[in-house]
Structures are given as C-alpha cells and as structure tokens.
C-alpha cells in the first residue's frame, strides 16, 4: 500500500518546497513528516541530493530514535520495522541543515495495513533564524561537553537536539528552523559557502538558498505565521574578522548594526504581531556582539522586541553544544519566552 506525500492523514511541519505535491523537498533542520499506521514495518521512499558530510535522516519510531545514512545521490527505499505488530507512530526529520536536500516521495506500507488519523497540530508557532547551533549541529558528541568539536563527518548533528527544537516542545510548539550552520548576517562573512559567503540577510526568505543546488527560490510567508520569533545571529560575523570586537564604532561594525536592524525590520513588516526575541549562544564569542544586538534592539523601540541573555552567554563551551548545554538554553529561554505576554 503506497500512501503518497499528499495524503491528507500525514502531518508535516517546516518550511518545505511543495512545487510538487508528490515529492516535497525539505531543505532546513526539524523539518518533518508525521504518521500512524498499522502493521510491524513501514517503508520510506526517499531521494537525496548531498553538498557535503555525510547524511542521516532522523527517525522516531513508538518513541525511539534513531538515525538512517542516506545515499550520497538519488533514490531509496528505506525500511524501518517496529517491534511488534499493531498501532504505531512515525516521525521523520531532517537532522541537517542545506548540507543536502531530502526529496519525501511516499511511505509503502504492507497489504491490509491502514493509516489512520493524527491529532492535530497545535496553534502554538515559532520560527528560530540561526547558525548551527540552531541547527542542532555536532549535538551528539557527548563526550565533548564543554570542549572543541571531534572530527567529524555529520554524524553527531541532530536537529532534535537543537535548542531550537527543545525550546519549540517545552513551549508545545510547532517550529520553522531557519538555521544553517556557518552562516553570518551579511553576505561576504562568516563560514557558509566560502569564499562566496551567503548571509542570512539572503537566505531569511528563501526555501532553496545553497547556490551548490541552484538558484535560490522564495518562501510564501502566507503558509506558516509564527506568534514567536527568535533570531540567534552574531556568532558566526567575527569571521574571518572580528571587527566588532577590534573598533565597535568602525564602519564595518557600524554597517552589521544597521543590517540587523533590516533584518528584524523585515521579520517585523512579516510578522507585524508576533514577539521577537534576539539572543545568541553559550558559544564563545567576543560581548561586543551582544552589546551591537542590545543598541539595535533598544533603538527600534518595538514592544514586542526582546533581547534575552544567557546565563553563561557566549562562555559556556568553545566548541558546538552538546544535548545538555543545548538544554541548558531551552530551560532558561523557554521560562523567559512563558514571561512574555504572547497570545498563542
């Protein structure tokens, strides 16, 4: 029994490219597909087209997880077996961020199987703009708590794990994860696609925004409006140099100051009555870029305009956040963001 991406008993959550309502393309982290079946297997066709690392597609089966390589290119069917025959629930996600793209074609169940319907989804909505602490990245190195990132080949990069994600489910949210890992403000910085850098200041609004998979395409904001908005940029801006840090009145520094304040201008003529909270990370970083984000947000005076700080901002670990730093942010940003007076 096919059950095709269209079907009305499956639940999806992201920003996802639906030009083809029978092969949806997810491209950003926590981006998902949701359903209850009968039977003791479920198979998944999927296609997949790779930048870079090694690729998983997350799964969560009756509450388990675990984590599938996908093909460097093309199409596969991928089996996943329950425990024992009956009534289960399957979650697929993506782990990663655009470093691949993840085309959904279809589950394939057994003979006589059935769907049936999922509860649905909750009101509640938020939208994350990050990097790859967003995102969810090198989360899994559990042995690297507080310390530089193993070498590694994707395989520790779990967007579940994300702050991101786990701010989402202890508010009892939907997400949208507009993370990439590397990425800056501005173009021409940061890591993400170097040495022709792309900022978020050109990837915000797109669906398709890595130039190794084509030319970008644009996001109907229409689809998803988030009653929360947090912005986590700034950490990946020092590179390749930290010029807020070095002269926080010099031109470069003044220009990042001035874009930031587009950005949430943007954000804001999108969402014109959502809460927006700016934050960054535990990830080391220079406080400069905290005092930069703390004048843009007092200088535009929006009432529903936050910036939060960490307890341990910008000096919990030098390297990515592994699940209990990553929970150490969702605690504190989570019962900073029930303070607020949101109409969910």
């Not at 559990?142 to 991101?164: F, I, M, R, T």
């Not at 786990?166 to 990425?183: F, N, P, S, V």
């Not at 130039?211 to 947090?230: C, E, H, K, M």
């Not at 939060?308 to 019962?335: C, K, Q, V, W």
Request: aromatic share 12%; charged share 25%.
């Amino acid at each position: 029994m096919i059950i095709k991406p269209d079907n009305n008993k499956l639940i999806y959550s992201g920003r996802i490219d639906w030009s083809n309502k029978q092969a949806p393309v997810f491209v950003f982290p926590c981006t998902s597909v949701k359903m209850k079946f009968s039977g003791d297997k479920v198979k998944v066709h999927v296609r997949n087209k790779k930048a870079y690392w090694d690729n998983y597609l997350g799964c969560i089966l009756d509450g388990k997880q675990t984590a599938v390589l996908l093909p460097d290119e093309g199409e596969d069917i991928i089996e996943i077996s329950a425990e024992s025959p009956g009534i289960h629930e399957i979650l697929l996600f993506k782990r990663q961020d655009s470093c691949h793209e993840l085309t959904f074609l279809g589950f394939e169940l057994g003979e006589g199987e059935e769907i049936f319907d999922l509860p649905p989804k909750t009101k509640r909505k938020i939208e994350v703009y990050g990097d790859s602490v967003s995102a969810g990245e090198v989360s899994e190195a559990l042995e690297y708590v507080g310390k530089e990132d193993p070498e590694h080949n994707g395989q520790y990069s779990n967007s579940w794990y994300s702050y991101a994600w786990m701010t989402a489910r202890k508010l009892g949210a939907e997400i949208h994860d507009i993370a990439q890992g590397g990425i800056a403000l501005l173009n021409d910085t940061g890591w993400f696609y170097e040495p022709d850098a792309v900022g978020m200041e050109s990837v915000w609004n797109k669906i398709h925004y890595n130039p190794l998979f084509g030319s970008a395409t644009d996001w109907d904001f229409n689809r998803y409006i988030p009653q929360l908005v947090i912005v986590a940029i700034g950490q990946n801006d020092s590179h390749p140099e930290d010029y807020m840090k070095e002269d926080y009145n010099c031109d470069r520094a003044v220009r990042w100051r001035s874009g930031y304040k587009d950005l949430l201008k943007k954000i804001r003529g999108q969402y014109p009555d959502a809460w927006i909270v700016c934050i960054t990370t535990l990830l080391e970083h220079d406080p400069s870029w905290d005092q930069a984000i703390d004048e843009v947000c007092r200088g535009m005076q929006d009432g529903k305009l936050r910036h939060f700080i960490f307890r341990r901002n910008g000096s919990g670990t030098p390297g990515h956040l592994r699940i209990p730093e990553a929970e150490e942010m969702a605690e504190e940003l989570s019962a900073y963001i029930e303070g607020l007076d949101i109409k969910w």
